[in-house]
């Protein structure tokens, strides 16, 4: 950190080195610009971004955009020229290993849907006509799954808060792995007893399934900010990148469980895909479709086991910080008192969203037959599926791809998938007997294909993120697993409802979940994105002590607060030069801490490194040419430790 202090302070031209460490030619600012105000947020007058009019800031955003593209582009180039193989690792490592538990959540999940055709014509006394097992519980498969789903979403939130990231995250792929060890081997004395332990097991492999949002969202996201006091650039350029990276693996578990299981038909079933179909290859692909990922799912124990230690860091510096040893009820009810409208947006929006996207998925089937014609062979539905979802990892890549562009971002995006997906819906809904004529089949493809595309383009991939962000630290886990918890709350109505209306009522009910997910999100949900996530836990501080109306920075500019926030009068108290004077007040108090344990003659403190690399010759030579007393007086004085606004 000190070398890229001075490699700041000379590509300004200004002198920084010197054995007496007097620098009386640096101007305050200049001294200070790199760790105040990075120039991927400000420009060269000390401008925030969001404070600029809009010709400014999209100028400022498309040439620091374009830049930082091609520094990307150059580290792929140079990676790729050391070892071709490098990025291709490089990008396991960072997107595919973090997402890994919600690519197994995505591969069984929407396996209900994917197998439960082949299941209803190999089993049809079973599965479709209802003689030999009880209808109740087949329909049980699905509402068993997402009510373990909610169950695992709420314990592990907390638990996550309580005992760590890490705990969270082995806890979760163990669960799922014996889930899957347990839907493999489903048996029963009777086809209904079969059904009975398959719905139980996937109840159980729900939980684990659950944790793997709360878990997943914030262990990525911590990743990407880390745990100092200083934030990084990858943090506020790529950490909307870095989370929906993880979160599109859920997209690709679907593609790949509907790719096997074609592949899977074709090896059971003598190289045929068409009906009628034994209950031994049935079975057969069955078992086997779950057998496969239970393998990458044991590798994912050992992983986070010996290789994730570090998971939990943040955490634990935030918990460090407010001087909290468990879970954080303080924090807690804060969140609830100045964040509960957020709930209201991130629960709501993801309720709202998973009518959509679950009773989409739950029930493709159905809808696929609208498409295509009442078929004997599962396989026209199959690949009706396949192409579907590939549209669908279009829209998860695209999403990742903008979610951290401060011209268009989380909320624009969020807002306009829950109007497209309105729009894509309420049409047909409106003109069914039309739009599903032979001669108009093809509009409609083309309006259910793009639901799904604007579904990943938009909510489904922002209230996975939003979730976590907009929260503190030490709550984080609770805030997310209970948004996703009322979420799946909107899967679990849509299957029950589902149950009881036809296809094209579906059609009538579905489209104004999308229109009130827009509603929320425009006046309940802030707009992070481009916002300093250690700005935010900078506030927290602030509120955590009594203190919110001092507290002047960007994390309360109107730009980063939702519509109800704004109305209150939260954006009253940004003023950017009272913060800049407050973070330099801050930072003397840190380094003055920092310097106090460096010539700490008992030696009994924990020398914190990372901190202490913080300062450059320009800062501390500054802070001991401004600080009107000398180190040692200072530090045999009361300690002052201005890092918290927790202070006397």
Known sequence: MAAYAQDNLASDGIQTGGPNGHHNDLNERAIFDYLIHPDDSYDSNGVYWADMNILKRSKFVGSYDLKEAGRELASIGRMTAQDPLSPVMYYIKNMVIPGAGLGLEGYVLFSIGNVTPLLQAGFKSCWSTYKTCNEEWTRAVIYLEIVGIICGQILVGYLGDWLGRR?????????????????????????????????WSLFFYGVGVGGEYPMTATASMENAVGSGK??????????????????????????????????????????????????????????VSFAIPAIGTLWLVYYRTFKMKAAGRQLAAAKKNSKVTGYDVQSLKLTLTYFGPRLIATA????????????????????????????????????????????????YYLASFLIDNKLYGRKNMQQVGF?????????????????????????????????????????????????????????????????????????????????????????????WFGLVGMILTFFFLPDTTGLDLKEQERRWQFIRAGREHEYHGVAVHPKHL?????????????????????KIEELRGDWMTSQARKHDEKGGFNHDEEQDDMWSD??????????????????NEKKYDSSSPERD
Not at 618 to 635: A, D
């Open 562 to 582: 939702s519509f109800w926030e704004n109305f209150r009068g939260v954006g009253k108290y940004y003023n950017a030069e009272l913060d800049y004077q407050q």
């Open 348 to 395: 709501g929006a993801w309720y709202c969203n998973d009518i959509f996207f679950y009773g989409n998925k739950l029930f493709q089937s159905e809808f696929i037959m609208v498409l295509s014609g009442k078929q004997t062979s599962v396989m026209p539905g199959w690949l009706y599926n396949l192409i579907n979802t590939g549209v669908e990892l279009i829209g």
């Open 618 to 635: 320009g800062i501390s030579s500054y802070f001991e040419r401004t600080s009107g007393r000398s180190l040692m007086q200072g530090h």
């Open 230 to 287: 200083v934030s990084t650039k990858e943090d506020r350029l790529h950490r909307g990148r870095k989370v929906t990276s993880a979160f599109l693996m859920q997209g690709w578990g679907q593609f790949l469980n509907q790719a096997l299981l074609i592949v899977l038909l074709f090896c059971f079933h003598s190289g045929r895909s068409k009906a009628p179909y034994s209950e031994k290859s049935v079975q057969w692909v069955y078992r």
């Open 167 to 199: 705990w969270g995250l082995i806890q979760d792929a163990t669960i799922m792995f014996i889930g899957l060890v347990m839907l493999t081997a489903s048996w029963g004395t009777t086809l209904n007893g079969w059904v009975i332990c398959y719905a």
């Open 419 to 511: 109007l497209m997906c309105f729009v894509l819906f309420v049409v047909p809904a409106f003109h069914y007997t039309y739009y599903t004529d032979k001669s108009h089949i093809h509009a409609f493809q083309a309006m259910y294909f793009l639901s799904s595309f604007f579904n990943q383009f938009g909510p489904n991939a922002v209230t996975f993120l939003v979730a976590a962000e907009v929260y503190p630290t030490p709550i984080r886990a609770t805030a997310h697993g209970f948004s996703a918890a009322v979420g799946k709350c909107g899967a679990l109505t849509a299957a029950v409802m589902y149950d009881y209306i036809s296809t094209r009522q579906k059609f009538y009910v579905v489209p």
